[in-house]
Nanobody
Framework: QVQLVESGGGLVQAGGSLRLSCAAS????????MGWYRQAPGKQRELVAV???????NYADSVKGRFTVSRDNAKNTVYLQMNSLKPEDTAVYLC?????????WGQGTQVTVSS
């Protein structure tokens, strides 16, 4: 049974920084990638950043240059360093792990950026 547990969300002023963490447990050897999505009220869930086995990464255009995704395989943890935060970054951020046949999701952590 795979479990993803996020932490690190909160309230921050525009221009500030936050670091999200997602700790994975269970059959993590099957993961092909881990990453972060976000969903704002009334909007569709969107990809924020992903890191694949081999450490290649992809980012949404809206966060390039501001967010950095990284992974500590020894700790089965993926991080999202978010700098220069904007009010439009406000959303629930969800951790994702792509397994061989199924996607796994965390419960989400709220990030709120005040102007």
């Amino acid at each position: 049974q795979v479990q993803l547990v996020e932490s690190g969300g909160g309230l921050v002023q525009a221009g500030g920084s936050l670091r999200l963490s997602c700790a994975a447990s269970g059959n993590t050897f099957s993961f092909k990638s881990m990453g972060w999505y976000r969903q704002a009220p009334g909007k569709q869930r969107e990809l924020v950043a992903v890191i694949r086995n081999g450490d290649s990464t992809n980012y949404a255009d809206s966060v390039k240059g501001r967010f950095t995704v990284s992974r500590d395989n020894a700790k089965n943890t993926v991080y999202l360093q978010m700098n220069s935060l904007k009010p439009e970054d406000t959303a629930v951020y969800l951790c994702n792990a792509e397994g061989m046949f199924v996607n796994y999701w965390g419960q989400g952590t709220q990030v709120t950026v005040s102007s």
